[in-house]
């Protein structure tokens, strides 16, 4: 199973950076991680995703560690809207064998 | 452009009853899914369509049917509604060449 380790719950203040971890150490050479987040009850809301290489985007910034069994999901500037969970996800690129766990809900406290 | 809607927002169902959840995407997406949450659990994928009139199994598929009759639509049917089945259902969509899911507003169903 494309299983992920995230911790339950953090808390970080406003306007500092929020750096949530993930481990996927049985990923494989060709598959992706993906982070998502889920605001209250909507539906969830893709952030980033990536293979190798740290990526970086308008929402966030994704460091995968070179061995790629785990990786961190980093918000620069966190803001109460933040406030949600967050799920970090591997799979093949056809997204068919995701496998969503419990993710991590981030308190963005003022 | 609306994204991915859901038709309905709220239902609920006594058991033994059938109901059809619809949803469209205005985004000429080709892959389609539908997912269900429970308190204490992750999304679990239950069905999902790579195009137009093709669909799959995913991991929970047992109790539900699905049609892709247009690239727009994505049905989801509950032939015989359980209380096992009370669960918050949600429908995504992505094109084919990209890595990102769009996803509905969730329908909260709940059978007695």
């Known amino acids: 199973d494309a299983k992920t380790t995230q911790p339950p719950s953090m808390d970080c203040a406003e306007g500092r950076a929020a750096n949530l971890p993930c481990n996927h150490s049985?990923?494989?050479?060709?598959?992706?991680v993906y982070w998502y987040r889920q605001i209250h009850s909507q539906g969830p809301q893709y952030i980033i995703h990536g293979l190798k290489n740290n990526e970086t985007n308008e929402m966030a910034s994704l460091i995968i560690t070179e061995d790629r069994k785990s990786s961190t999901l980093i918000l620069p500037h966190a803001t109460l809207r933040d406030t949600a969970v967050y799920y970090c996800l591997w799979g093949a690129g056809n997204n068919r064998k995701l496998i969503w766990g419990l993710g991590t809900s981030l308190a963005v406290n003022p | 452009n609306a994204g991915v809607t859901q038709t309905p927002k709220f239902r609920v169902l006594k058991t033994g009853q059938s109901m059809t959840l619809l949803c469209a995407q205005d985004?000429?997406?080709?892959?389609m899914y539908w997912y269900r949450q429970d308190p204490g659990m992750g999304l679990r994928l239950i069905h999902y369509?790579?195009?137009?009139?093709?669909?799959a199994k995913g991991e929970v598929p047992d109790g539900y049917n699905v049609s892709r009759l247009k690239k727009q639509n994505f049905l989801l049917g509950l032939e015989s509604a359980a209380p096992s089945q009370t669960s918050v259902y949600f429908c995504?969509?992505?094109?084919?060449?990209?890595?990102?899911?769009?996803f509905g507003p969730g329908t909260r169903l709940t059978v007695t």
């Open positions: 369509s790579v195009g137009e009139g093709t669909t």
């Open positions: 049985t990923i494989s050479g060709n598959e992706y």
């Open positions: 985004m000429n997406h080709e892959y």
């Open positions: 995504a969509s992505r094109y084919s060449a990209s890595y990102e899911q769009y």
